[in-house]
């Protein structure tokens, strides 16, 4: 029996392999092959092979002896009956323990993502792999078979999960930060968590690039997020333009007409940001109504100046006695004045007249 066998394909002997014992030495496993039970995302590097040892998990489960002494731990042992063997398959995504028996194979399957560390224990019988877990199981499979390459394959591809996985965490702590920001009104604070989950998204990216099962993993939480950080992005987005129109529309009854002016400029390019993420809330007919609204506003902003001194004029014309008449000439000469110095330099003015 080759004990270790690196795997360069899925159509490898050792994966299509299943049966009871052969003339010589034992089958592998009896239900289905090694091969059946990898996914689609995921490629084989390796696959560990014992006789009878199978594997064996201990499990620590927080309770300790009457004296409080040890924590009590508790072990399982799975072992293949005599015309089966028990194998472990190592692929970029996880590690599979198939142990085979004629009353139904049995499986173990741990997420490199769980792995936090791999080593190789030597005995007299043979040497081990062994797995720690986040969640304080020991597994450990016998192999006479040289196990260095194996650890340090399991070693190195748990700690590309594990970078990739606390990016994914930063990211969806952005992603609820946008959230929390937004229903604060404060869409500046949302879009910056925005751009922040996406930077993280792309570390994840780049930290799984070397594992496709990773990188497929990742690419597949990516996705969920795209759609929930465009709908915070709009949102916040469409929340500053809110807040920027209601503003504009205080100075504009305040008779500062220029900061007004200003406030509607940048609801507009709020807006229009808005309809450039793609999202679907708000939609896109609420926020062209919204902008259009705004640009009717701004078309009545634009002539109000104007509007307001010819008004004046009006006034000292229909004026019935002179002190009047004077009165509102000298306050149309006025509104002229502030019409003339709105938006002084500009190269493109903004108010009519």
Not at 75 to 82: F, R
Request: hydrophobic letters at 40%; one cysteine or more; glycine letters at 8%.
């Amino acid at each position: 029996m080759q004990h270790v066998i690196e795997v360069d394909d899925g159509d490898a002997p050792v994966l299509t392999e299943s049966g009871s014992a052969r003339l010589i030495g034992r089958g592998l496993l009896a239900d289905r092959p090694l091969a059946t039970y990898v996914e689609p995302t995921e490629t084989p590097a390796y696959v560990v092979r014992n006789k009878k040892r199978g594997v064996t998990i201990e499990r620590t489960d927080g309770a300790r002896t009457a004296d409080e002494g040890t924590e009590v731990k508790t072990e399982t042992a799975l072992t293949p009956d005599s015309d089966h063997s028990a194998a472990v398959l190592v692929t970029d995504v996880r590690v599979l323990f198939a142990i085979g028996r004629a009353d139904g194979d049995r499986t173990r399957s741990v997420s490199l993502s769980e792995v936090i560390d791999a080593r190789t224990e030597d005995g007299l019988l043979g040497g081990a792999l062994v797995l720690d877990t986040v969640d304080g199981r020991r597994i450990r499979f016998p192999s006479r078979g040289d196990l260095s390459g194996v650890r340090e394959y399991v070693d190195t591809a748990a700690g590309v999960w594990a970078r990739a996985g606390r990016h994914l965490d930063t990211a969806e702590e952005a992603l609820e930060t946008a959230r929390t920001a937004f229903e604060a009104d404060d869409g500046d604070a949302a879009l910056s968590a925005v751009d922040d989950s996406r930077a993280a998204l792309e570390r994840a990216r780049e930290a799984a690039a070397s594992l496709s099962g990773a990188s497929a993993t990742v690419s597949e939480r990516a996705e969920a997020f795209r759609s929930q950080l465009a709908e915070w992005e709009r949102r916040a987005h469409v929340k500053l333009a809110e807040q920027a129109y209601e503003r504009g529309q205080g100075r504009h009854e305040d008779g500062e007409y220029e900061a007004a002016f200003d406030c509607f400029d940048r609801a507009d390019e709020r807006y229009a940001a808005a309809l450039v993420v793609d999202a679907e809330r708000p939609s896109d007919d609420l926020v062209k109504g919204r902008r259009e609204a705004l640009a009717a506003e701004r078309n009545d902003l634009s002539r109000a100046p104007l509007e307001r001194a010819e008004r004046a004029v009006e006034m000292a014309s229909d004026a019935d006695d002179l002190e009047t008449e004077v009165e509102w000439w000298e306050r149309a000469l006025e509104r002229y004045e502030t019409m003339r110095s709105l938006d002084w330099g500009r190269d493109e003015q903004r108010f009519a007249g």
